[in-house]
């Protein structure tokens, strides 16, 4: 694992740990990256509760939350579907704080409104949900590596500003 990643996850644990709260993640086009990058590291699990990989629209509205209207109405792909992930995934695990990662990864299945490499990426904690519009350039890891990074850069940003 790309050592960035585990750098950005031991400083969420550890910021995490500090504050006494427990973290969980919703995750599609990453498919799991940001989980599996904070439960790399040892002691995690005092930290760490639940780790959601919901790929599909159906994950989504019934592991998480997130209306079908809304996905029906913006896409998955989406600030509304992120956000509703972060904050879906804080309510159904019981935490404080948690990520929404939804994009499309590559190399296909990109569209003109919706290009490869555009993720949206939402960090929710008690009263306070932020998001990130990004368009990542790259192959299909490096999608997801970024995004998983910056999904780990937010989730720090809502814990040193909260």
Known sequence: MEPELINAADAVLQAARARGWQLATAESCTGGMVAA?????????????????TYSNNAKNELLGVPMSVINRVGAVSEEVARAMAEGACKAAGVHLACGITGVAGPGGGTADK?????????????????????????RHAVRLASALKALE???ELMSNG
């Open 115 to 139: 290009p490869v490499g555009l993720v949206h990426i939402a960090a929710a904690a008690p009263g306070k949900t932020i998001h990130a519009r990004c368009e990542f350039p790259g192959d």
């Open 37 to 53: 990058a904070l439960t790399e590291i040892a002691g995690s699990s005092d930290v760490v509760e639940r780790g959601f990989v």
């Open 154 to 156: 937010m989730m720090q």
